[in-house]
Protein backbone atom coordinates (compact mmCIF):
# COMPACT_ATOMS: atom_id res chain seq x y z
CA UNK A 1 0.00 0.00 0.00
CA UNK A 2 0.96 3.80 -0.52
CA UNK A 3 2.28 6.10 2.19
CA UNK A 4 2.84 9.48 2.43
CA UNK A 5 5.58 10.93 4.87
CA UNK A 6 5.79 14.65 6.11
CA UNK A 7 8.54 16.34 8.36
CA UNK A 8 8.56 17.59 11.11
CA UNK A 9 5.50 18.01 12.44
CA UNK A 10 5.65 21.08 14.14
CA UNK A 11 8.45 23.64 13.66
CA UNK A 12 9.55 27.31 15.12
CA UNK A 13 11.90 29.42 12.77
CA UNK A 14 13.07 33.06 13.46
CA UNK A 15 12.88 35.13 10.84
CA UNK A 16 15.22 35.50 7.99
CA UNK A 17 16.13 32.10 9.09
CA UNK A 18 15.66 28.87 6.09
CA UNK A 19 13.49 26.35 5.45
CA UNK A 20 13.55 22.66 4.11
CA UNK A 21 9.97 20.43 4.51
CA UNK A 22 10.41 17.12 3.02
CA UNK A 23 7.86 14.83 1.97
CA UNK A 24 8.60 10.87 0.59
CA UNK A 25 6.03 8.55 -0.97
CA UNK A 26 6.52 5.32 -0.63
CA UNK A 27 4.82 2.37 -2.55
CA UNK A 28 4.00 4.12 -5.74
CA UNK A 29 6.33 5.46 -9.03
CA UNK A 30 6.16 8.67 -10.62
CA UNK A 31 3.26 10.60 -8.40
CA UNK A 32 2.29 13.48 -8.76
CA UNK A 33 3.30 15.75 -5.89
CA UNK A 34 2.14 18.42 -4.42
CA UNK A 35 2.33 21.21 -1.81
CA UNK A 36 -0.42 22.98 -0.02
CA UNK A 37 -0.05 25.51 2.88
CA UNK A 38 -3.41 26.33 4.89
CA UNK A 39 -3.35 29.70 7.13
CA UNK A 40 -5.02 29.25 10.13
CA UNK A 41 -8.96 28.39 10.34
CA UNK A 42 -8.55 29.43 6.33
CA UNK A 43 -8.19 27.40 3.03
CA UNK A 44 -6.22 25.33 1.08
CA UNK A 45 -3.83 27.33 -1.46
CA UNK A 46 -1.55 25.22 -3.63
CA UNK A 47 1.99 26.35 -3.53
CA UNK A 48 3.53 23.73 -5.94
CA UNK A 49 3.18 21.23 -7.75
CA UNK A 50 5.49 18.35 -9.57
CA UNK A 51 4.23 16.03 -12.62
CA UNK A 52 7.63 14.58 -12.04
CA UNK A 53 11.47 14.56 -11.31
CA UNK A 54 13.07 18.12 -11.45
CA UNK A 55 9.22 19.05 -12.85
CA UNK A 56 8.14 22.14 -10.93
CA UNK A 57 5.08 24.07 -11.24
CA UNK A 58 4.60 27.00 -8.90
CA UNK A 59 1.41 28.56 -8.40
CA UNK A 60 1.65 31.36 -6.47
CA UNK A 61 4.55 33.79 -6.46
CA UNK A 62 6.00 34.00 -3.33
CA UNK A 63 9.49 33.32 -0.68
CA UNK A 64 9.20 29.60 -1.28
CA UNK A 65 10.73 27.14 -3.58
CA UNK A 66 10.36 23.27 -4.39
CA UNK A 67 12.30 20.55 -5.56
CA UNK A 68 12.15 17.16 -6.63
CA UNK A 69 15.21 15.25 -6.40
CA UNK A 70 13.82 11.94 -6.55
CA UNK A 71 10.91 10.47 -8.01
CA UNK A 72 9.03 10.48 -4.49
CA UNK A 73 10.66 12.95 -2.82
CA UNK A 74 9.48 16.67 -2.57
CA UNK A 75 11.06 19.41 -0.36
CA UNK A 76 10.07 22.77 -0.05
CA UNK A 77 12.50 25.56 0.95
CA UNK A 78 12.84 29.25 1.80
CA UNK A 79 16.05 30.97 2.02
CA UNK A 80 14.57 33.67 4.57
CA UNK A 81 11.49 32.88 6.23
CA UNK A 82 9.05 35.76 6.64
CA UNK A 83 6.14 36.32 9.52
CA UNK A 84 3.62 35.32 6.69
CA UNK A 85 5.08 32.08 6.13
CA UNK A 86 3.58 30.80 9.13
CA UNK A 87 0.87 28.24 8.45
CA UNK A 88 -0.22 24.53 8.30
CA UNK A 89 2.06 23.49 5.32
CA UNK A 90 0.56 19.90 3.53
CA UNK A 91 2.32 17.75 1.03
CA UNK A 92 -0.51 15.20 -1.12
CA UNK A 93 0.32 12.68 -4.02
CA UNK A 94 -2.15 11.79 -6.44
CA UNK A 95 -1.78 8.67 -9.46
CA UNK A 96 -1.22 10.66 -12.37
CA UNK A 97 -4.43 10.52 -15.00
CA UNK A 98 -2.93 8.10 -17.24
CA UNK A 99 -2.77 5.73 -14.50
CA UNK A 100 -6.62 6.22 -12.92
CA UNK A 101 -5.81 8.47 -10.25
CA UNK A 102 -8.39 11.28 -9.10
CA UNK A 103 -8.17 11.83 -5.32
CA UNK A 104 -5.19 13.19 -3.27
CA UNK A 105 -3.58 11.52 -0.08
CA UNK A 106 -2.40 14.26 1.97
CA UNK A 107 1.12 14.22 4.36
CA UNK A 108 0.08 15.07 7.96
CA UNK A 109 1.67 18.17 7.75
CA UNK A 110 3.88 20.75 9.17
CA UNK A 111 2.66 23.37 11.75
CA UNK A 112 5.45 26.35 10.90
CA UNK A 113 5.58 29.07 12.91
CA UNK A 114 8.07 32.31 12.25
CA UNK A 115 8.48 34.07 14.89
CA UNK B 1 -8.42 28.12 -13.76
CA UNK B 2 -11.07 26.63 -12.14
CA UNK B 3 -13.31 29.12 -9.45
CA UNK B 4 -14.78 27.26 -6.97
CA UNK B 5 -17.24 28.45 -4.47
CA UNK B 6 -18.96 26.29 -1.18
CA UNK B 7 -21.85 27.29 0.69
CA UNK B 8 -22.27 28.06 3.98
CA UNK B 9 -19.28 28.99 5.25
CA UNK B 10 -20.32 27.53 8.32
CA UNK B 11 -23.53 25.39 9.27
CA UNK B 12 -24.92 23.87 12.78
CA UNK B 13 -27.41 21.05 12.43
CA UNK B 14 -28.74 19.18 15.20
CA UNK B 15 -27.83 15.59 16.33
CA UNK B 16 -29.22 13.81 14.49
CA UNK B 17 -30.58 16.18 11.70
CA UNK B 18 -29.69 16.08 7.86
CA UNK B 19 -26.46 18.74 6.76
CA UNK B 20 -26.07 19.89 3.07
CA UNK B 21 -23.15 21.74 1.57
CA UNK B 22 -23.40 23.30 -1.34
CA UNK B 23 -19.94 23.61 -4.23
CA UNK B 24 -20.29 25.70 -7.33
CA UNK B 25 -17.61 25.76 -10.57
CA UNK B 26 -16.53 27.49 -13.30
CA UNK B 27 -15.01 25.13 -15.50
CA UNK B 28 -17.79 23.11 -17.67
CA UNK B 29 -15.35 20.77 -18.37
CA UNK B 30 -14.41 19.63 -14.88
CA UNK B 31 -15.02 15.59 -14.39
CA UNK B 32 -14.00 14.66 -11.25
CA UNK B 33 -15.86 16.07 -8.15
CA UNK B 34 -14.51 14.63 -4.28
CA UNK B 35 -15.11 16.21 -0.80
CA UNK B 36 -12.46 16.39 1.58
CA UNK B 37 -13.16 16.06 5.64
CA UNK B 38 -10.47 18.33 7.78
CA UNK B 39 -10.86 17.89 11.32
CA UNK B 40 -9.16 20.58 13.66
CA UNK B 41 -5.35 20.32 13.38
CA UNK B 42 -5.28 17.12 10.85
CA UNK B 43 -5.08 16.56 7.19
CA UNK B 44 -7.74 16.51 5.03
CA UNK B 45 -8.88 13.34 3.90
CA UNK B 46 -11.36 12.20 1.27
CA UNK B 47 -14.62 10.99 2.46
CA UNK B 48 -16.80 10.69 -1.22
CA UNK B 49 -16.31 11.55 -4.86
CA UNK B 50 -18.14 11.37 -7.60
CA UNK B 51 -17.18 11.00 -11.42
CA UNK B 52 -19.28 13.26 -14.07
CA UNK B 53 -20.78 10.55 -15.73
CA UNK B 54 -23.13 9.66 -12.55
CA UNK B 55 -25.48 12.00 -10.95
CA UNK B 56 -25.38 10.86 -7.42
CA UNK B 57 -23.09 8.49 -5.07
CA UNK B 58 -23.53 6.98 -1.65
CA UNK B 59 -21.84 5.15 0.97
CA UNK B 60 -23.45 4.83 4.28
CA UNK B 61 -24.89 8.07 5.62
CA UNK B 62 -23.30 10.51 3.30
CA UNK B 63 -24.03 11.32 -0.52
CA UNK B 64 -22.64 13.41 -3.04
CA UNK B 65 -25.11 15.03 -5.97
CA UNK B 66 -23.85 16.27 -9.43
CA UNK B 67 -25.42 18.47 -11.62
CA UNK B 68 -23.63 19.35 -14.46
CA UNK B 69 -25.62 21.45 -16.06
CA UNK B 70 -25.59 24.04 -13.17
CA UNK B 71 -22.31 23.15 -12.58
CA UNK B 72 -22.83 22.21 -9.48
CA UNK B 73 -22.41 19.70 -6.56
CA UNK B 74 -23.58 18.93 -2.83
CA UNK B 75 -22.46 16.58 0.23
CA UNK B 76 -25.29 15.18 2.39
CA UNK B 77 -24.98 13.85 5.62
CA UNK B 78 -27.88 12.56 7.21
CA UNK B 79 -28.18 11.06 10.88
CA UNK B 80 -25.58 13.83 11.50
CA UNK B 81 -23.28 12.73 14.66
CA UNK B 82 -20.64 14.56 17.08
CA UNK B 83 -17.58 13.30 15.10
CA UNK B 84 -19.33 14.70 12.01
CA UNK B 85 -18.02 17.62 13.36
CA UNK B 86 -15.17 19.30 11.26
CA UNK B 87 -14.47 21.09 8.14
CA UNK B 88 -15.58 20.17 5.04
CA UNK B 89 -13.95 21.05 1.62
CA UNK B 90 -15.03 20.62 -2.40
CA UNK B 91 -12.41 20.16 -4.47
CA UNK B 92 -13.63 19.86 -8.05
CA UNK B 93 -10.72 18.93 -10.66
CA UNK B 94 -10.74 21.32 -14.01
CA UNK B 95 -10.13 20.55 -17.38
CA UNK B 96 -6.33 21.08 -17.17
CA UNK B 97 -4.99 17.91 -19.18
CA UNK B 98 -2.12 16.00 -18.07
CA UNK B 99 -2.85 17.14 -14.17
CA UNK B 100 -4.84 16.10 -11.54
CA UNK B 101 -4.65 19.71 -10.03
CA UNK B 102 -7.63 19.80 -7.72
CA UNK B 103 -8.73 23.88 -6.65
CA UNK B 104 -10.59 23.28 -2.98
CA UNK B 105 -13.01 25.50 -1.86
CA UNK B 106 -13.10 27.75 1.02
CA UNK B 107 -14.35 25.15 3.17
CA UNK B 108 -17.31 24.85 5.25
CA UNK B 109 -17.21 24.56 9.15
CA UNK B 110 -19.70 22.04 10.21
CA UNK B 111 -20.87 21.60 13.99
CA UNK B 112 -22.74 19.42 15.03
CA UNK B 113 -25.22 20.60 18.00
CA UNK B 114 -25.75 17.41 20.80
Known amino acids: SQTIHQWPATLVQPVGSPLSLECTVE??????LYWYRQAAGRGLQLLFY??????ISSEVPQNLSASRPQDRQFILSSKKLLLSDSGFYLC??????????????FGSGTRLTVV | GENVEQHPSTLSVQEGDSAVIKCTYS??????FPWYKQELGKRPQLIID?????GEKKDQRIAVTLNKTAKHFSLHITETQPEDSAVYFC?????????????FGTGTRLTIIP
Open chain 1, 92 to 105: AWSRPPSQGGHGYT
Open chain 1, 27 to 32: GTSNPN
Open chain 1, 50 to 55: SVGIGQ
Open chain 2, 27 to 32: DSASNY
Open chain 2, 50 to 54: IRSNV
Open chain 2, 91 to 103: APRGSNFGNEKLT
